[in-house]
C-alpha cells in the first residue's frame, strides 16, 4: 500500500470510533487506512483519557517516532558539513559543491545533498514576503511591460509590446501597445496613460527597463535624462523598483501573462491603433467590470468613486519629446543635429557639446552651460548666426557686398569706388575674390600708393586687379626716381633754331610726288 499522509481529523476519528467500541479492521476499511495504522494510533493514545488531548499525544509521538533511518549519502553529507557551509556561505553553487565533493571522492545524490542542506544549513529558504499596505487614493500606478499579442497585416506577423498601467488602490488598468520599447514610447504611454485616467498619479513604479533607469540602484537609481525632464514636467516622481524584486511590483507582476490571454488572445488586429481601441475596451468593460479577488470591488467603479478626484491635473498639451545629441562643432563652426546644421563661436570648433532639440529650438550645452540657442530649421537647412564668426568670414558666408564696399572705403575714395565698380553687375559674389585681391594690395603697398593707382585706373577705365598691381608697382618707382642731368648741346655752326623742328600740318589729301631720277 502507497505511503499516506493521514490529517488530525482522521487521527480524531480514528480515536473517536475505538473509543465507541468500533473494531479496528472495520475502522480502517471506513477511512481508507492500514490496520496497523490504525492498531499504531489507538496504542500511541492510551493513557489519555480527553479525546482532544489523546489527538495531540498522538500527533507528538508520531512526530518524535517519525523520523527515519537517513542514508549513507546523509551520512557523507554529515561528515563534509564543514565543508559543504562554507562554501554556501560563499555563494558557491550547490551544483558546483556536488562537483567538488566528487573531485575528493564524495559520491552523493544531488537530491539528497540539497535535502541535507536545506534542512541542516537553511539552504534556498527565504523570509516570508509580507504584504506591502495599499497607498493612498491616487498616489502610486506600477508600469511594467512586454510581448503581449501579434498583427497581421496583408499575410505578415508582427509581435508587439504593451505598457501596462496598474493603479495600486483601485487596480484599475489602462493598456498601451507600441512597436518597441523605447524611451519615446514610454513618454507616448504615459501621455496616454493620463488622459485616459483623466490625470496624473503622484509616484510611478516601473521595473529597471533601460529606457527610463539609466543605473539601478536600490538607493539611488539613475533616471534616464528624457524620462526625468518629463516627469518634471507633468510633476510625478518616479520610484523604480529593485533587480529581481517583482513583489516591488506586485500589483502589475502577471499582468503581462493576463493582458496576453484575456486581452489579446484570440484577436485578428491589423495595426496598433487596432489594439490600442479594443485595449481600451477591455481595460473599461471587462476587466474594469470584473469583480476583483483582492478588494471585491469592481477596479472601474473603484477608482471612479476614490481615485480619480486625488489625482494631479491632467496635462492640456501634449508634450514635446525632446532628442538629446552629442554633436561635434566642425571646423567649419557648425555642428549636426537631426540631418540639419547650426553654428556655434569660434572658441568650440573640434569640441563635442550636448545638444537638445525639440519642436522649436535646438540648445546647446558645453559643461552644463546653455552657450548657444537656435530655432529649429527642417532637414538639410542649416541656420547661421552671423555673430558666431569674424566679420570677414560672416560677410563670405551671407555674401554681404555692402560690407566690402565699406572695408574698401575705409581705406581711400578711389579704393571704395573701385570695389564698387568691381561688385557692379549681376552676380557679385563671384567677383568678391577680386575685393579680397584690392584689399591685399592696401595691405602691402600701403593704402596712399593703391589709392594713387585707384585714381589712375578709374580714370582710364581699367577694372583690373592684375594691371592695378602692376601700375602700382611701375607709377611710383617713375615718380621717386631722381631727374636725368640736362645734356650741355654745344654751340654749333649749323645748329638750327627749334622753330624749324615744327611739324606743318599734313594735307588731309596726299599728291604723289614725281620720282626724281
Known amino acids: 500500500m502507497a505511503f499516506r499522509e493521514v490529517g488530525v481529523v482522521e487521527v480524531k476519528e480514528v480515536l473517536r470510533l475505538s473509543r465507541d467500541g468500533v473494531s479496528k479492521k472495520r475502522i480502517a476499511r471506513q477511512l481508507g487506512l492500514d490496520v496497523k495504522t490504525v492498531r499504531r494510533y489507538v496504542e500511541l493514545a492510551e493513557g489519555t483519557v480527553d479525546l482532544d ?32 557551509d562554507s ?116 509616484v510611478v513604479i516601473p521595473d529597471n527597463t533601460k529606457t527610463i533607469v539609466n543605473t539601478a540602484d536600490p538607493l539611488e537609481p539613475k533616471i534616464t535624462r528624457d524620462f526625468l525632464e518629463y516627469a518634471q514636467s507633468r510633476g510625478f516622481h518616479v520610484d523604480p523598483t529593485r533587480v529581481r524584486s517583482p513583489q516591488d511590483k506586485a500589483r502589475v507582476e502577471r499582468a503581462v501573462q493576463t493582458v496576453n490571454d484575456d486581452c489579446f488572445g484570440g484577436e485578428e488586429l491589423c495595426s496598433l491603433e487596432q489594439a490600442l481601441g479594443h485595449g481600451t475596451r477591455w481595460c473599461l468593460e471587462e476587466y474594469g467590470m470584473r469583480l476583483h479577488s483582492t478588494t471585491q470591488r469592481r477596479p472601474r467603479e473603484h477608482f471612479e468613486t476614490v481615485e480619480r478626484a486625488a489625482l494631479l491635473p491632467a496635462p492640456s498639451e501634449p508634450y514635446d519629446v525632446p532628442v ?48 548657444k540657442v537656435h530655432p529649429r530649421v527642417a532637414r538639410g537647412q542649416r541656420h547661421t548666426d552671423p555673430g558666431d ?35 557692379d553687375g549681376p552676380l557679385p559674389w563671384t567677383r568678391m575674390r577680386q575685393v579680397f585681391a584690392l584689399l591685399g594690395l592696401v595691405r602691402r603697398y600701403g593704402a596712399q600708393r593703391v589709392e594713387q593707382a585707384c585714381a589712375l585706373a578709374l580714370e582710364a577705365e581699367m577694372l583690373s586687379v592684375h594691371r592695378l598691381r602692376k601700375l602700382i608697382e611701375v607709377v611710383p618707382a617713375a615718380a621717386s626716381a631722381p631727374a636725368a642731368p640736362a645734356r650741355v648741346v654745344p654751340i654749333a655752326r649749323y645748329l638750327r633754331p627749334p622753330e624749324q623742328y615744327r611739324l606743318a600740318l599734313v594735307p588731309t589729301t596726299p599728291k604723289e610726288t614725281p620720282h626724281e631720277c
Do not use: M
Request: glycine letters at 10%.
Open 53 to 84: 488531548a489523546a489527538v495531540v499525544a498522538v500527533v507528538e509521538r508520531l512526530a518524535a517516532h517519525s523520523g527515519r533511518s537517513r542514508g549513507e549519502g546523509w551520512e557523507r553529507c554529515q561528515e563534509h558539513r564543514d565543508f559543504i
Open 324 to 371: 538629446w545629441s552629442t554633436p561635434k562643432v566642425g571646423l567649419d563652426q557648425h555642428a549636426a543635429v537631426l540631418k540639419s546644421l547650426y553654428s556655434l563661436p569660434r572658441i568650440y570648433r573640434r569640441h563635442r557639446l550636448e545638444a537638445r532639440a525639440d519642436r522649436h529650438t535646438v540648445r546647446f550645452y558645453y559643461r552644463r552651460e546653455l552657450v
Open 389 to 423: 564668426f569674424p566679420p570677414e568670414q560672416a560677410a563670405c558666408a551671407l555674401r554681404d557686398r555692402g560690407f566690402f564696399e565699406r572695408k574698401a572705403a575705409e581705406h581711400g575714395t578711389n579704393v571704395g569706388l573701385f570695389a564698387k565698380r568691381l561688385l
Open 87 to 202: 562554501h554556501l556561505s560563499r555563494g558557491v553553487r550547490l551544483t558546483k559543491v556536488r562537483r567538488l565533493l566528487k573531485r575528493r571522492g564524495v559520491q552523493v545524490s544531488y537530491a539528497t545533498l540539497h535535502r541535507f542542506a536545506g534542512e541542516e544549513l537553511g539552504f534556498g529558504r527565504r523570509s516570508p514576503t509580507i504584504p506591502v499596505a495599499d497607498c493612498g487614493p491616487g498616489e502610486e500606478v506600477q508600469l511594467d511591460t512586454g510581448w503581449v499579442g501579434w498583427l497581421v497585416d496583408a499575410g505578415r506577423r508582427r509581435r508587439f509590446r504593451a505598457w501596462i498601467f496598474t493603479a495600486v488602490l483601485s487596480r484599475h488598468r489602462f493598456v498601451y501597445p507600441v512597436g518597441c520599447e523605447t524611451t519615446a514610447s514610454a513618454i507616448e504611454a504615459c501621455e496616454a496613460a493620463w488622459g485616459f485616467f483623466g490625470g496624473v498619479f503622484k
